[in-house]
């Protein structure tokens, strides 16, 4: 990567760790300003001190110097110290701010993008980078202060060691100003020095972090989940998949291994570093013991100098450090921007929904064809259908027949292929995308609940309608469970976050995920297998009331048990992506050569005859 764009790069970075965490940077860049200028109040009051000693020996202006020296390293130490706090408690909070990147662009994408395995992978490499290595905005963070330390110290340095060069001894050949030009020299070849070590650790450290990636992942789930999951633990057992990971466990032994062997040959580069800024001291000592042995200075003076150059030298090898770094992590920022670049294509629309409309909203599915990204088959073939205001309509069909797909496209998570999807006659694309989506509840197959508070889980939010969230739980059947929870709505739902924490049982869940589309009030709800983790008996009590829960709001319902679809006004039948049947219940099953009369007679088998609480036969 070239300067300019590294440059570029790097800028960008300070502007994202500005919005994400505000007031680290300068913090931390204050606060390595102070701790630059430290050692050169010290040096430099040190230097008069001990001129002061070796001339008049004046007892007032000693003591002056005395307490200033103390006076402004209390004052520098009181200021670092309580900086130092403020830095301690950004820099870890920017772990938890950093997250937050990732939630923003994550909620900011296509639906599509989302479930694309490259934009996956490209979203955990750089995840994995940044959290497990600290590479990018992190080693941004941690470099800046180095940036800033080497900076001032070089500003310093400069400063009070120019009188060196330019103090004479009566020798030409040590006031010559050559000696100018070979200290910068001497400088610029120690920092190349420095530059050749580093990107040679920068190799060993590359090549065993590519090694490291797979080693965190393996031994995170190899080591950890698949022993402290619960979820795992009777497969585990039952299976004894613990001797699987035993033997990858070995495996990472002999990686930790090799790892070892990488982190010595780092350990050698750095101390060849260490070694050629011993070099440098050594020389810059001698050139300013020779010119003080020869009276250009006073010995004071030779202590700041000395002291002076010293700094200088670790702060031109810093700040090449600092450079050479800055190749390494602009390159792991690059990546992350590149994923966070990722453009949203989906058409977002202006227009917006017409409040007028209530809740009669109608849509028609017109000649809808789909075929998922990175797909040449098409789920949904030319598919037409209306979802009128105020129905009740289910769609029914065999696993894989395009159902749950026909949901994604209905609250445009994907848009079609080919066809268009009518709201009220106009294109759904031309919506603004929020109002649009505002029009819905949805409660899919593999929804998830939060382990926050049970009322915060039925409002999707911090604030909510107490009276309404009981009443939306009760109407969801789970008013009996809301009474024996011990602090009402309150209750954490599962121990995540609160030893006082509620499990609940895979059934309880579909209610409160149930009384969740209830709350939200749309005009129209959409249930995709809503009661699958309920018994017979359990399911029968949801549908007896499901009519006063939708009320005269638009429903459309996905399930596999048809017995639970005959309140319906209209059944629509899915099979290999097409529709092939539309009608009430009493109608398809007059029809014994359809692909819903199939579908009931394979169900009815399993059930006896029960008045139609679970599922009647075939001939009711």
């Given at each position: 990567?070239?300067?300019?764009?590294?440059?570029?790069?790097?800028?960008?970075?300070?502007?994202?760790?500005?919005?994400?965490?505000?007031?680290?940077?300068?913090?931390?860049?204050?606060?390595?300003?102070?701790?630059?200028?430290?050692?050169?109040?010290?040096?430099?009051?040190?230097?008069?001190?001990?001129?002061?000693?070796?001339?008049?020996?004046?007892?007032?202006?000693?003591?002056?110097?005395?307490?200033?020296?103390?006076?402004?390293?209390?004052?520098?130490?009181?200021?670092?110290?309580?900086?130092?706090?403020?830095?301690?408690?950004?820099?870890?909070?920017?772990?938890?701010?950093?997250?937050?990147?990732?939630?923003?662009?994550?909620?900011?994408m296509d639906f599509a993008d989302l479930e694309n395995?490259?934009?996956?992978?490209?979203?955990?490499?750089?995840?994995?980078?940044?959290?497990?290595?600290?590479?990018?905005?992190?080693?941004?963070?941690?470099?800046?202060?180095?940036?800033?330390?080497?900076?001032?110290?070089?500003?310093?340095?400069?400063?009070?060691?120019?009188?060196?060069?330019?103090?004479?001894?009566?020798?030409?050949?040590?006031?010559?100003?050559?000696?100018?030009?070979?200290?910068?020299?001497?400088?610029?070849?120690?920092?190349?020095?420095?530059?050749?070590?580093?990107?040679?650790?920068?190799?060993?450290?590359?090549?065993?972090?590519?090694?490291?990636?797979?080693?965190?992942?393996?031994?995170?789930?190899?080591?950890?989940?698949?022993?402290?999951?619960?979820?795992?633990?009777?497969?585990?057992?039952?299976?004894?998949?613990?001797?699987?990971?035993?033997?990858?466990?070995?495996?990472?032994?002999?990686?930790?291994?090799?790892?070892?062997?990488?982190?010595?040959?780092?350990?050698?580069?750095?101390?060849?570093?260490?070694?050629?800024?011993?070099?440098c001291n050594v020389l810059c000592y001698l050139f300013?013991?020779?010119?003080?042995?020869?009276?250009?200075?006073?010995?004071?003076?030779?202590?700041?100098?000395?002291?002076?150059?010293?700094?200088?030298?670790?702060?031109?090898?810093?700040?090449?450090?600092?450079?050479?770094?800055?190749?390494?992590?602009?390159?792991?920022?690059?990546?992350?921007?590149?994923?966070?670049?990722?453009?949203?294509?989906?058409?977002?629309?202006?227009?917006?929904?017409?409040?007028?409309?209530?809740?009669?909203?109608?849509?028609?599915?017109?000649?809808?064809?789909?075929?998922?990204?990175?797909?040449?088959?098409?789920?949904?073939?030319?598919?037409?259908?209306?979802?009128?205001?105020?129905?009740?309509?289910?769609?029914?069909?065999?696993?894989?027949?395009?159902?749950?797909?026909?949901?994604?496209?209905?609250?445009?998570?994907?848009?079609?292929?080919?066809?268009?999807?009518?709201?009220?006659?106009?294109?759904?694309?031309?919506?603004?995308?929020?109002?649009?989506?505002?029009?819905?509840?949805?409660?899919?197959?593999?929804?998830?609940?939060?382990?926050?508070?049970?009322?915060?889980?039925?409002?999707?939010?911090?604030?909510?309608?107490?009276?309404?969230?009981?009443?939306?739980?009760?109407?969801?059947?789970?008013?009996?469970?809301?009474?024996?929870?011990?602090?009402?709505?309150?209750?954490?739902?599962?121990?995540?976050?609160?030893?006082?924490?509620?499990?609940?049982?895979?059934?309880?869940?579909?209610?409160?995920?149930?009384?969740?589309?209830?709350?939200?009030?749309?005009?129209?709800?959409?249930?995709?297998?809503?009661?699958?983790?309920?018994?017979?008996?359990?399911?029968?009590?949801?549908?007896?009331?499901?009519?006063?829960?939708?009320?005269?709001?638009?429903?459309?319902?996905?399930?596999?048990?048809?017995?639970?679809?005959?309140?319906?006004?209209?059944?629509?039948?899915?099979?290999?992506?097409?529709?092939?049947?539309?009608?009430?219940?009493?109608?398809?099953?007059?029809?014994?050569?359809?692909?819903?009369?199939?579908?009931?007679?394979?169900?009815?088998?399993?059930?006896?005859?029960?008045?139609?609480?679970?599922?009647?036969?075939?001939?009711?």
């Amino acid at each position: 990567m070239r300067l300019k764009e590294r440059i570029a790069v790097t800028r960008r970075g300070y502007e994202v760790l500005k919005a994400y965490c505000p007031g680290l940077i300068r913090t931390k860049a204050v606060s390595a300003a102070l701790e630059a200028l430290s050692p050169f109040v010290t040096i430099w009051f040190s230097g008069r001190i001990i001129n002061e000693i070796a001339g008049n020996r004046d007892a007032g202006t000693l003591a002056l110097l005395v307490l200033l020296t103390i006076g402004f390293g209390f004052a520098f130490s009181m200021i670092r110290s309580a900086l130092n706090r403020v830095v301690s408690d950004k820099e870890a909070g920017m772990w938890n701010d950093f997250p937050k990147i990732f939630a923003d662009k994550q909620m900011s994408m296509d639906f599509a993008d989302l479930e694309n395995q490259d934009v996956q992978k490209q979203r955990q490499k750089a995840e994995e980078n940044l959290f497990m290595f600290g590479n990018g905005l992190a080693q941004l963070v941690w470099d800046t202060p180095s940036l800033v330390h080497a900076a001032v110290g070089i500003a310093a340095s400069a400063a009070l060691t120019a009188s060196l060069f330019t103090s004479q001894t009566g020798n030409a050949v040590l006031d010559s100003r050559l000696w100018i030009a070979a200290a910068v020299g001497l400088m610029a070849l120690s920092g190349v020095i420095s530059t050749r070590l580093q990107k040679r650790e920068e190799k060993v450290f590359g090549g065993w972090t590519e090694g490291t990636v797979w080693y965190n992942r393996a031994f995170m789930f190899y080591g950890h989940a698949l022993y402290a999951e619960t979820a795992r633990a009777k497969d585990v057992r039952l299976y004894r998949q613990d001797r699987i990971a035993d033997r990858e466990m070995r495996k990472l032994e002999e990686h930790n291994r090799k790892d070892n062997r990488a982190l010595a040959q780092m350990s050698a580069c750095q101390g060849l570093l260490e070694f050629s800024r011993g070099i440098c001291n050594v020389l810059c000592y001698l050139f300013a013991a020779a010119k003080a042995a020869l009276g250009a200075f006073a010995a004071g003076s030779l202590v700041q100098y000395v002291g002076a150059l010293t700094q200088l030298v670790k702060s031109v090898n810093d700040l090449f450090f600092t450079v050479s770094e800055n190749r390494i992590y602009t390159v792991h920022l690059q990546k992350l921007f590149e994923y966070l670049d990722l453009p949203n294509a989906k058409r977002q629309g202006s227009l917006p929904v017409d409040p007028e409309a209530g809740r009669e909203y109608t849509v028609e599915f017109r000649n809808v064809s789909f075929r998922y990204p990175g797909s040449d088959t098409d789920v949904l073939k030319n598919v037409s259908t209306t979802l009128r205001a105020g129905k009740k309509q289910a769609l029914v069909g065999a696993n894989g027949a395009g159902k749950t797909t026909f949901v994604k496209l209905l609250c445009r998570l994907y848009d079609p292929t080919e066809g268009q999807i009518l709201l009220n006659g106009t294109d759904i694309r031309e919506y603004d995308y929020d109002e649009y989506l505002n029009l819905f509840s949805f409660v899919f197959q593999d929804f998830k609940l939060f382990a926050f508070g049970l009322g915060e889980n039925v409002a999707a939010g911090g604030e909510y309608d107490a009276a309404k969230a009981e009443e939306c739980l009760k109407k969801a059947d789970f008013g009996e469970r809301l009474r024996s929870m011990p602090e009402g709505l309150q209750t954490c739902l599962y121990k995540d976050l609160s030893e006082n924490g509620v499990e609940i049982s895979g059934g309880e869940a579909q209610k409160i995920a149930l009384a969740r589309a209830l709350y939200r009030g749309s005009p129209i709800i959409v249930l995709d297998e809503p009661t699958a983790a309920l018994d017979p008996i359990a399911e029968a009590q949801v549908y007896a009331g499901f009519s006063g829960m939708v009320g005269d709001r638009t429903a459309v319902y996905i399930s596999h048990r048809l017995s639970s679809c005959r309140f319906c006004d209209e059944i629509t039948v899915f099979d290999q992506g097409r529709i092939v049947q539309q009608g009430t219940h009493d109608e398809l099953i007059r029809d014994p050569g359809g692909k819903y009369y199939e579908l009931w007679t394979a169900q009815a088998q399993y059930y006896e005859k029960t008045g139609g609480n679970a599922a009647d036969s075939a001939t009711d």
